[in-house]
């Protein structure tokens, strides 16, 4: 199964349960069924985009020398500005910027703090 088709029947699935199932729900089992719809919508974006987020770690490690390895390029930096070990400079910054965009887009594209974020980052 290709991850177009994965994709399509994710979106088909979150379809039938927002406009067959949840109208005919109400309080705790309309909430999740909600929930459920909202990360099938989550799996799909990471399906679409997860690859490129995964790239762009990819390519930090390589230029900080980070080990793949050792865990998340995310955790090793986080570890390595509070441990003084690695400087917070405009490179780190602007990754960091970037990856929140990226993730957040994911999680969530209709945030509103993402809106703001690329209005205010990405000048």
């Not at 930090?60 to 955790?75: F, N, Y």
């Not at 780190?92 to 910027?97: E, F, G, N, P, T």
Request: charged share 25%; with cysteine; proline share 2%.
């Amino acid at each position: 199964m290709s991850g177009t088709e994965s994709i399509e029947l994710l979106a088909a699935v979150r379809q039938f349960l927002r406009e067959e199932v949840l109208p005919e729900l109400d309080g705790f089992k309309a909430y999740t069924t909600r929930v459920a719809a909202n990360a099938l919508g989550i799996v799909a974006r990471e399906l679409e985009m997860g690859a490129g987020l995964a790239e762009f770690d990819k390519q930090i490690a390589s230029t900080l020398d980070l080990d793949e390895q050792a865990g998340p390029v995310t955790r090793q930096i986080a570890l390595a500005l509070r441990d003084g070990t690695m400087a917070h400079d405009q490179r780190i910054l602007s990754y960091l910027r970037q990856r929140t965009l990226h993730a957040c887009a994911i999680d969530n594209p209709k945030y509103s703090g993402l809106h703001q974020a690329r209005a205010r980052w990405l000048r």
